[in-house]
């Protein structure tokens, strides 16, 4: 128990690092896709400001013929530092790849576009009409944030917080910034499948876990309780074995036909004794035969009242205490069932009548043929062990009745025979007053 303690703390850990684990992965997945936004949303602002610039070129008349203008550009590797011709740049060793060429043209678009040769001669940039094209172009992008500003270096906005802001240069001179309502829910969207399998994931692993723990408590309560019945069974089995044993060696060491008395004395305890071992033996062997998932039924039609005489005549014989057992059937009262397990199950019936009483107890057998019920004066059951006592080794607290052993597998045994009959069985009871257990016969 000791290492099981130790190797469940280590799977709690574990766990519990895997779930932190699988957070910290999730929020760098959500950066991850974050700068991949931004960097679409900073192109984004790049072709809204190069459209803008190009209109006001042409409002300036600078266009060309058909309102075009021309620009000459030239594309070269990335971080090679200095401008290089052709020669040199095949000369030199350089083996790391191109920035993305898209990127790469629009930044030179952006430069030739706002160099001296226009910036001189054309109006300032109108910010509602740059806003508009970045609006739109982020549309094109699948993009629609709720909130689009702009503004030029040192100017001012009132802007909530969490707006993303965009810093947006050309040739490392700040042009503009934007701020844009957080792209969250996108971003979310594309991690959905991820987020929702993890999610699934936990929630099986916890779930599993939480049973697993549910189910070895379980079985450490059965075990427990096993442990209590073979402890109470063999001291029991002890007892009576014992007082049969020493009053039959009384009778042969020193025997005296004359005195009838003391014989007859003798044998009775015997009797009682062997009668009461018969019982013991009878609980193991039902909880043996329980145990058996192969159990078969041999039903035969059983006629109530003369089967039921019979089994009350017995439990008569038995009974440690003054009891009276009444007998309530029709002559033609019968039902299908194996003779030897219905025997068994009323007679269990009766014998916890008998038990849980005061020192007397008047107990009502009534059958039909739809069912049978034991109603009895006795102790009664507490309504919180209503639904347990038809649990295997469960045993109802009675704190004025410590004396009467038991070994919580009769009910179990009766609900099982009941239920492979097709039966049902319920129980009614207050403390004080006595119970009335029901079993409704079915398919007769």
Known sequence: MKHFKLILTLIRVIFTLLLIANVYFMMRLYDSIKERYISDVEQSLSRADQIETVDRIIDAGLGGEDDVVWLNIGLQKSDVGDEMNADELRDKDYSQGFRRPDKQIMSMIAGCLHNDSYTDRISEPDIPKLEEAFRRDLGFSGYYPEEVYIIVPGGTLEYSSDLWEITYRVNDDIVYYAYISPLTKSILDEMSGVISTSALIALVLTFGFWYLLHVIRRLRTIEEMKDDFTN?????????????????????????????????????????????????????????????????ISKEKIILRPFLTTVIEQQKLRAYKPCEILLECTEAAAVEADPTHFSNIIGNLIENSIKYSSERVVIAVRADNNCISVTDDGIGIPEKSLTEIFQKFYRVPHGNKAEVRGYGIGLYYVKTIVEKHGWSISVESKPGKGSIFTIKFKGQ
């Open 232 to 296: 109470n069974m063999t001291h029991e089995l002890k007892t009576p074995i014992a007082i049969a044993y020493a009053a039959n060696d009384s009778l042969l060491q020193f025997p005296d036909p004359k005195d009838e008395e003391r014989t007859r004395k003798y044998l009775t305890a015997a009797l009682d004794q062997l009668s009461k071992l018969a019982g013991l033996v009878e609980n193991i062997l039902a909880m043996s035969m329980e145990r058996r998932k192969n159990l078969t």
